[in-house]
């Protein structure tokens, strides 16, 4: 059974920093895209970052790093200077492949999320 677990929200001022985790099991880790989406209330899923076993990295948000280990089975989002905007549900999600995708459908486990608060 696929688990992912998301931790390291919470709430932080504007301009501060997170570190999100996400531990897997259940699956081959190495051969798996992960990736991180967020959703805010009322607004649709939307991809922040994902990155490949291989080390292949894409990111829509020049503040936020992604990074794995494979060792420990878990992916990580470093998230600097961030704003108020940046409040959401974030979600990591594993994709069976290389190739690093934005769109969520391509993503097939989810976990349950973890929520960022960024107050002013």
């Known amino acids: 059974q696929v688990q992912l677990v998301e931790s390291g929200g919470g709430l932080v001022q504007a301009g501060g920093s997170l570190r999100l985790s996400c531990a897997a099991s259940g699956l081959t880790f190495g051969s798996y895209v992960m990736g991180w989406f967020r959703q805010a209330p009322g607004m649709e899923r939307e991809f922040v970052a994902a990155?490949?076993?291989?080390g292949d990295a894409d990111s829509v948000k020049g503040r936020f790093t992604i990074s794995r280990d494979n060792v420990k089975k878990t992916v990580y989002l470093q998230m600097n200077s961030l704003k108020l905007e940046d409040t959401a549900v974030y979600h990591c999600?594993?994709?069976?492949?290389?190739?690093?995708?934005?769109?969520?459908?391509?993503?097939?486990?989810w976990g349950q999320g973890t929520q960022v608060t960024v107050s002013s």
């Open positions: 990155i490949a076993g291989t």
């Open positions: 999600a594993a994709d069976w492949g290389t190739t690093v995708g934005r769109r969520w459908s391509e993503y097939d486990y």
